[in-house]
């Protein structure tokens, strides 16, 4: 790429292609493995499931994508919020046998959120065949410049302590320990005093993500 990154607001319609974009990315994550040990239906699932949260997301939050290789979700947390309409039926219908887990990450994740207002960042998803062009790293400046305009905290929990949140002014807080699984990092992100805009990014400018 040798222009700017074209960084949109999803639109209603976006939101299967942005879940199956999001499950292709985490399919073969220590996550994903733990969630749904058997690989066969793990994409399926993995799939509608996401469904469920990235509608919610159209409702209390944003989505915002690339054309086809990468996409952000996030949640206006400036409140408490209601959970996906009808959720625990619609998670067993969606994930089956592994409901279960799927449970178990909710709980570790609702526990370790922060209780003041604040953005969460639920996904940052680049597809696998198009990591290491800088998408990653366009996607999260974009998401900064965003949350430092309107001065607003932002957190995430990933699946590995990445040098890329580090970056954009991360900081790790107590890890979340999945029984029998991985370890996921939250992370916490204050924003900058002086409202620092950084609205788009060039992949060219940083090819490690």
């Known amino acids: 790429m040798d222009t700017a990154t074209r960084i949109r607001a999803a639109h209603w319609a976006?939101?299967?292609?942005?879940?199956?974009l999001i499950a292709d990315a985490l399919h073969p994550s220590p996550l994903a493995t733990w969630l749904i040990p058997d690989p066969g239906p793990r994409r399926r699932i993995l799939t509608d499931v996401l469904s469920i949260w990235i509608e919610h997301a159209m409702f209390y939050g944003d989505i915002h994508l690339t054309d086809d290789a990468a996409a952000t979700v996030g949640f206006h947390r400036y409140r408490s919020i209601p959970p996906p309409a009808n959720y625990q039926m619609r998670l067993a219908d969606a994930a089956g046998p592994h409901t279960d887990r799927f449970d178990i990450l909710d709980r570790l994740l609702a526990r370790a959120r922060p209780t003041d207002p604040h953005y969460e960042l639920a996904f940052l998803a680049v597809r696998p065949s198009s990591t290491g062009a800088g998408y990653g790293t366009a996607m999260l400046a974009h998401h900064r410049s965003r949350l430092d305009h309107v001065g607003l905290p932002s957190w995430t929990s990933t699946n590995?302590?990445?040098e890329l949140y580090r970056r954009h002014g991360y900081t790790l807080r107590p890890p979340i320990i999945l029984p029998d699984g991985p370890t996921l990092h939250p992370m916490r992100r204050n924003p900058e005093s002086d409202g620092d805009r950084l609205s788009v990014i060039t992949a060219q400018e940083s090819r490690r993500v």
Do not use: G, I
Not at 14 to 20: G, I, L, N
């Open 160 to 162: 590995s302590a990445s």
């Open 14 to 20: 976006d939101k299967d292609h942005v879940a199956a």
